[in-house]
């Protein structure tokens, strides 16, 4: 949270600035410490009321709400309809005034403001806490005995601070909170579908997904299955990892790996909360841990980059590859000693990307690739 603070300095300007996370990561939090609530107009966007105010809005109507406030936050904005055009209508009748929005999911508030704010707005994103972060709060010791901790219960802010009661905070989070915007957005009714969907892709965090084979796991058309998979990304819960391929014919090209933004969503979906001494996926939370971490390293920093995985047909593999400003990095994620210590790059891969940095990602080393 405290990147996204940074980040937000310089941010008074004529944009609209969005701050876009699923629930529960902060935002409002991290709103309420940047301002005054005296200096502010706050607007709550799950209220009715507000729902109504923006349903007949006039630039007249909300400048006398506004009074001598010069910033207004909208939270929870993606639950007004037509959010995208009304904060146009504002942005534009109203360029003295600051406004910020949040929003849990970006099907109903990103995509939806895309085009009436082309050029008028400023993007952010809050994840659950980040390494970097944690360490900032403690130190990098303490952090790194926490690690195993982490694999099992995730970051959320909550469950961070509710040490002795994580799983009732995750049960309530994944249960109550996970999937208010998508059903209410998208109309899904046969939610225990949306449920046994998440499930098979909890089992397979860090493995190549098939549509095929999800939609006849889980009863569904694939049509259906890609849909759905696509609004589980907008609302933060799943991310892709596509195939890097280049120079290689028999390397995949149209495969893809899926990993939780949470470890503690995650593992809640599937109601298991074992140590990870215990697990027989320590290697899967390992990976996804480390790769989620990195996706929140990469956006707080500001940085563009390409990220992929590479695989032959042969079976050939590289758990993740980096591409910025023209650089190649390739890494591997071991949650064993012995297995890092024994960790090489593939021949057929060094051999194709001569010029690809390769590095191996453990416990011992895993601040050099996430601070």
């Not at 579908?193 to 939609?215: C, F, H, P, R, T």
């Amino acid at each position: 949270m405290e990147t996204v603070i940074h980040n937000f300095h310089g941010l008074y300007s004529k944009k609209v600035v969005i701050l876009l996370g699923a629930r529960q990561v902060g935002k409002t939090t991290l709103f309420k410490s940047l301002f005054n609530s005296d200096s502010i107009l706050w607007l709550n966007g799950d209220e009715f009321d507000v729902q109504n105010l923006f349903a007949t809005l006039s630039a007249q109507r909300f400048k006398a709400y506004l009074g001598a406030k010069k910033v207004v936050v909208i939270d929870e904005a993606q639950r007004i309809s037509n959010i995208g055009l009304r904060l146009k209508v504002l942005a534009d009748s109203l360029p003295d005034i600051q406004i910020f929005a949040t929003g849990s999911s970006s099907f109903d508030l990103a995509n939806n403001v895309n085009e009436p704010l082309t050029g008028r707005k400023r993007e952010l994103r809050l994840f659950p806490l980040s390494f970097k972060e944690l360490v900032n709060h403690s130190d990098l010791l303490t952090e790194k005995r926490m690690i195993p901790h982490r694999l099992v219960f995730g970051s959320y802010p909550e469950v961070v601070t509710s040490q002795g009661s994580e799983i009732e905070v995750l049960k309530e989070l994944s249960q109550s909170y996970l999937y208010k915007d998508i059903l209410t957005f998208e109309k899904i009714r046969h939610s225990d579908k949306l449920v046994k969907l998440l499930q098979a892709l909890a089992w397979q965090i860090g493995s190549q997904v098939s549509y095929n084979e999800l939609a006849q796991t889980c009863s569904m058309d694939v049509k259906t299955v890609e849909h759905y998979i696509t609004v589980l990304e907008q609302a933060f819960i799943v991310f892709m990892l596509g195939t890097f391929s280049r120079n290689l014919r028999n390397e995949l090209k149209n495969s893809r790996k899926v990993y939780f933004y949470d470890n503690g969503i995650r593992n809640a979906i599937i109601a298991n909360f074992s140590p990870i001494e215990n697990r027989n996926d320590a290697g899967a939370l390992w990976e996804n841990y480390v790769i989620s971490e990195r996706v929140k390293k990469i956006s707080y920093d500001g940085n563009f980059t390409n990220f992929w995985f590479w695989r032959t047909k042969a079976r050939q593999e590289v758990d993740y590859l980096e591409e910025s400003n023209g650089n190649l990095c390739a890494y591997e994620f071991k949650w064993s000693d012995a297995s890092a210590k024994k960790a090489r790059c593939p021949l057929t891969f060094s051999r194709a990307y001569p010029e690809a940095k390769f590095s191996v990602i453990s416990a011992q080393n895993v601040e050099e690739f996430l601070l």
